[in-house]
């Protein structure tokens, strides 16, 4: 059965750092791994998807990078901003099946 | 690109009524959707796989007579919560997987109170 885990589960950090958010699984046979992004009693934004044969994708100041045979994906937030506070979840979607297995988020806090 | 359409996005029920939610893929066809719900800071759990024109696949320790998903067309699925009560009250979010690159697509969430 897959598991995910992200780590750190909170993080609260001053406007203009760069963060790297993590997330393992416990099954390299997956298919693809997306990242979201939740604002607080909304709905999940898909962020970036990555195939498995793929190594990172890159959206503006978001990079997100795969290493599927340790079970790893990061998340680079560059330059943060206060918008960017929310919660961030990833998730992957194992070779067999159509249904996505989520880690239980980081809840990012960037301060003014 | 994929927009998963959820309505409403808040209810306030009595409780033992029963409360619809409906999800629709608004420029794809969407012969599975999945629901879930999601408790104040925790992650989201699977609640069931809705398949057009077929019977839901609920999880383990969900109640399917509880909750009931129907799923008519290729972009319309609803989940009804009967005899709600207030431990329903949740979090309730749908999504679909759009291909294409895209990934799965989630609705905007539904927010049930049950007072």
């Known amino acids: 059965k897959q598991e995910v885990t992200q780590i750190p589960a909170a993080l609260s950090v001053p406007e203009g750092e760069n963060l790297v958010l993590n997330c393992s699984f416990t099954d390299s046979a997956i298919y693809n791994l997306q990242w979201f992004r939740q604002d607080p009693g909304k709905g999940l934004t898909s962020l970036l998807l990555?195939?498995?044969?793929?190594r990172e994708q890159t959206s503006g100041r978001l990079n997100a990078s795969l290493d599927k045979s340790s079970g790893r994906s990061t998340l680079y937030i560059a330059a943060s901003q206060p918008g960017d506070s929310a919660t961030y979840l990833c998730a992957v979607l194992n070779n067999a099946g159509n249904m996505l297995t989520f880690g239980g988020g980081t809840r990012l806090m960037v301060k003014p | 690109g994929a927009v998963v359409s959820q309505h409403p996005s808040w209810v306030i029920c009595k409780s033992g009524t029963s409360v619809k939610i409906e999800c629709r893929s608004l420029?794809?066809?969407?012969?599975?959707m999945f629901w879930y719900r999601q408790f104040p800071k925790q992650s989201l759990m699977l609640m069931a796989t809705s398949n057009e024109g077929s019977k839901a696949t609920y999880e383990q320790g969900v109640e399917k007579d509880k909750f009931l998903i129907n799923h008519a067309s290729l972009t319309l699925s609803t989940l009804t919560v009967t005899s709600a009560h207030p431990e329903d009250s949740s979090f309730y979010i749908c999504?679909?997987?759009?291909?294409?690159?895209?990934?799965?697509?989630f609705g905007s969430g539904t927010r049930l109170t049950v007072v």
């Open positions: 999504s679909a997987r759009s291909g294409g690159g895209y990934g799965y697509t």
């Open positions: 420029d794809f066809q969407a012969t599975t």
């Open positions: 990555i195939q498995s044969s793929q």
